[in-house]
Every structure is written in structure tokens, then in C-alpha cells.
Nanobody, 124 residues
Framework: QVQLVESGGGLVQAGGSLRLSCAASGRMFSSYGMGWFRQAPGKEREFVAAISRSAISTYYADSVKGRFTISRDNAKSTVYLQMNSLKPEDTAVYYC?????????????????WGQGTQVTVSS
């Protein structure tokens, strides 16, 4: 069982930046693909970014490409989401997820463990 704890959310003005962190328990972090998803009020949860276990491959939703960067530090069992040029439409609860397969993925069903989420609010 893996426990994932997100942090770094908050309130920011449009155009600002935030860095989300997701710390994982256990010693298998380096074998997991990791992803970030988000859910805005009244909407379904959607894919944001993913990274393979070795960080060789990264994937982004079109809506965040060029503004968000996913990275990981396997020594710290942590995955990050650097969010720049934030827009009001980025407002959502952001969730990190771990995938046993290790390759990363853009679909929710590919992930085995989920964090509780952290709120990001972007004001206009």
C-alpha cells in the first residue's frame, strides 16, 4: 500500500506560479509511474501530467503544455508539479496518483493509488 500526500496548493493571482509536491510512503516509489490529475467544481476529474518511473517520459494535457512541468526526485520519493502562468481555469483540486506499471499514463484507471488532493485557486 502506498500513501500519497499532496502539498503546495493555495490561492494565487492569474499569471502567478505554484509548485505542488506529492510525497509517497514506502520504498517502491522509484518503480511507480506518477501522475497529476485535477477536478474543478462541477466537472469530472481530468488528466494534467504524468511521468515515467525513470523520468525519461513525460506527458501533458494540451491545456497545460508549456506552462506546467512535472518532475520527480526518487531519492525523496516525491513528485512535483511546477505550475506557471496560472489561469483562473486552472482552479481545481489537484490529485497525485501512483501507477504500479511504472510507465505513466493519461487515464485514471491506469493508476493504483491516489492522494487526498490539494486545492489550487487562481483569482482573476
Amino acid at each position: 500500500q502506498v500513501q500519497l500526500v499532496e502539498s503546495g496548493g493555495g490561492l494565487v493571482q492569474a499569471g502567478g506560479s505554484l509548485r505542488l509536491s506529492c510525497a509517497a510512503s514506502g520504498r517502491m516509489f522509484s518503480s511507480y509511474g506518477m501522475g497529476w490529475f485535477r477536478q474543478a467544481p462541477g466537472k469530472e476529474r481530468e488528466f494534467v501530467a504524468a511521468i515515467s518511473r525513470s523520468a525519461i517520459s513525460t506527458y501533458y494535457a494540451d491545456s497545460v503544455k508549456g506552462r506546467f512541468t512535472i518532475s520527480r526526485d526518487n531519492a525523496k520519493s516525491t513528485v512535483y508539479l511546477q505550475m506557471n502562468s496560472l489561469k483562473p481555469e486552472d482552479t481545481a483540486v489537484y490529485y497525485c496518483a501512483a501507477q504500479i506499471g511504472g510507465l505513466g499514463g493519461i487515464r485514471q484507471h491506469q493508476y493504483n493509488y491516489w492522494g487526498q488532493g490539494t486545492q489550487v485557486t487562481v483569482s482573476s
